[in-house]
């Protein structure tokens, strides 16, 4: 499994995000950073929480898309694994 290299990983550009990794992928968590709050959470049960975000298309509601060909056309695997 490789990352697309359209990902973004910048912290200074989601502040209110948490980057975190997990034993494959690396992903934002908009809930442990501040972004969702668990009141809206309550209230909006499927509020995306781990994402991704893309420097094409923006955010994607999900964690793995980007690390599997296929699954979106922009897909471009990165030359190495961050």
Request: glycine share 6%.
């Amino acid at each position: 499994m490789k990352p697309c290299k359209h990902l973004d990983y910048n912290e200074k550009n989601y502040p209110k995000c948490k980057l975190k990794t997990d034993v494959l992928v690396k992903f934002w968590d908009r809930l442990e950073g501040g972004f969702v709050t668990q009141s809206e959470l309550e209230q909006f049960p499927n509020t995306a929480i781990k994402v991704q975000f893309c420097k094409k298309r923006g955010r994607i509601n999900g964690i793995f898309q980007c690390y599997n060909a296929g699954e979106l056309s922009c897909y471009e695997p990165a030359e190495e694994v961050r």
